[in-house]
């Protein structure tokens, strides 16, 4: 079955530092992965998606992801925080033989900026 | 603008009633998803439907109903048989496409609360 592991439930960082939000997943079978972001009493908002081609996937305010398929990883990266993005940050993954376009979500990571 | 309205935004339950969640999208998508979000477990998935007049189970769908009578609707009802319905519920929907899996977009929740 497929899973999701997100290792941090909470990364403080302060502005302007890079930062690193992990994402691990487990499946027998070809994936798609996305990252959404959730900012409070909202729903979810998609940051970006892999579904196939180059391994390196990025959003247009600055974070971007890598597919590493041997690691089976799929973390997320900006190198410089805004206090505007502190929210909550979910993985999810969809196996490619699509069952419904079911996801399967990770717990989520808090990332919390400071000035 | 095309979106997912969900309503109320908040909503309280009595002991023993049932209570129904509204979820009615504008973008003219397939599949529609309900999905339960609790702190620290990420999201849930209740239900999902792929095509009007049939819905499948998800991973915890006991305790709720749904229908989806038209492809824009996709009420959830909370019943009496679900002992612990306090929890922040999102509906989302997503194109089905040739099987190839497209992002879904969500809508803002809503927080459901016993009395």
């Known amino acids: 079955a497929q899973s999701v592991t997100q290792l941090d439930s909470q990364v403080p960082v302060f502005e302007e530092a890079p930062v690193e939000l992990r994402c691990n997943y487990s499946?027998?079978?070809?994936?798609?992965l996305f990252w959404y972001v959730q900012y409070p009493n909202q729903g979810l908002q998609l940051l970006l998606k892999y579904l196939s081609g180059s391994t390196l996937v990025k959003s247009i305010n600055g974070f971007e992801a890598e597919f590493n398929k041997s690691q089976t990883s799929f973390h997320l990266r900006k190198p410089s925080v805004h206090i505007s993005d502190t929210a909550e940050y979910f993985c999810a993954v969809s196996d490619v033989i699509n069952q419904g376009g079911k996801l399967i979500f990770g717990q989520g990571t808090e990332l919390s900026v400071k000035p | 603008d095309g979106g997912i309205t969900q309503s109320p935004k908040y909503l309280f339950r009595k002991e023993g009633q049932n209570v129904t969640l509204s979820c009615e999208q504008n973008?003219?998508?397939?599949?529609m998803y309900w999905y339960r979000q609790d702190p620290g477990q990420g999201l849930r998935l209740i239900y999902y439907?792929?095509?009007?007049?049939?819905?499948q189970k998800g991973d915890i769908a006991e305790g709720y109903s749904v229908s989806r009578e038209k492809k824009e609707s996709f009420p959830l009802t909370v019943t009496s048989a679900q002992k612990n319905p306090t929890a922040f519920y999102l509906c989302a929907s997503s194109i089905l496409r040739g099987g190839r899996m497209q992002p879904q977009h969500f809508g803002d929740g809503t927080r459901l609360s016993i009395l």
């Open positions: 439907s792929q095509i009007v007049n049939d819905f």
């Open positions: 973008l003219n998508h397939d599949a």
């Open positions: 499946s027998s079978v070809s994936v798609y």
